[in-house]
């Protein structure tokens, strides 16, 4: 299901995780390759391919949810306001959201819209895990000092590291770390507490 207004997101009565990152970070990518599957969540080598809020109902069970992305320089001011407000629309309002998980392009050093959005979360008390994209595109070597260097950047302002996963969808690198997250925090969804807030 595609939407642009959470109040029309599936009912809120499974838990839910959703990605968010720059364009191009590999978003719908990793979503495909979480669920083993070519295509579900639409790719494009040119930025700005998401532009709803995207449910996938997984194993009748629980929600992945693939979100535009934000940071394309080409996006007009209006559309920006416009991203803005459908996804803190969507990420203050939706009670059964466990975790969004902020795709970071590990080939990059830290970036300022990435720094405000994990900054963003902090302030609105949102929990969130980091996931590092493209690793094939990188040595083992450079891999590690970059995500060293990732690690001592947010060190800076952070007290407690969040959870961190470093991925490939190319070599479905991290997959195993990434559901196993999910499988082990989805337990803290109860549905009666989400029944009672339902108008
Ligand atoms: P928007 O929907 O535009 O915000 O982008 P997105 O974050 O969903 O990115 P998408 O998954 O569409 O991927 C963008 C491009 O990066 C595509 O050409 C992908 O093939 C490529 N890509 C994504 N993940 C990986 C990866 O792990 N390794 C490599 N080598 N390429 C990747
Ligand atoms: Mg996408």
């Not at 690690?151 to 961190?164: D, Y």
């Amino acid at each position: 299901m595609s939407n642009s207004d959470y109040s029309k997101c599936p009912s809120p009565v499974k838990p839910e995780f959703a990605f968010i990152g720059r364009s191009n970070v590999g978003k719908s990518s990793l979503i495909n390759m979480l669920c083993q599957r070519k295509n579900i969540a639409k790719t494009s080598v040119k930025p700005g391919k998401t532009q709803l809020i995207n449910h996938f109902l997984i194993n009748e069970e629980w929600y992945l949810v693939d979100l535009p992305g934000y940071g394309f320089a080409k996006v007009p001011q209006k559309n920006r306001d416009e991203w803005k407000y459908m996804i803190n629309g969507y990420l203050l309002n939706r009670i059964n959201l466990i975790c969004t998980f902020i795709l970071i392009d590990l080939r990059l050093p830290p970036q300022k819209i990435d720094q405000e959005m994990i900054e963003s979360f902090g302030e609105q008390a949102l929990p969130f895990a980091l996931v590092f994209t493209k690793a094939d595109k990188l040595k083992p070597a450079e891999v590690e000092k970059n995500v060293a260097a990732y690690k001592h950047f947010l060190s800076e302002s952070w007290e407690e590291l969040p959870p961190l996963f470093t991925t490939s969808s190319e070599k479905a690198t991290g997959r195993d770390e990434i559901l196993e997250f999910i499988s082990k925090t989805k337990k803290v969804f109860n549905a009666e507490v989400i029944k009672q807030k339902l108008p």
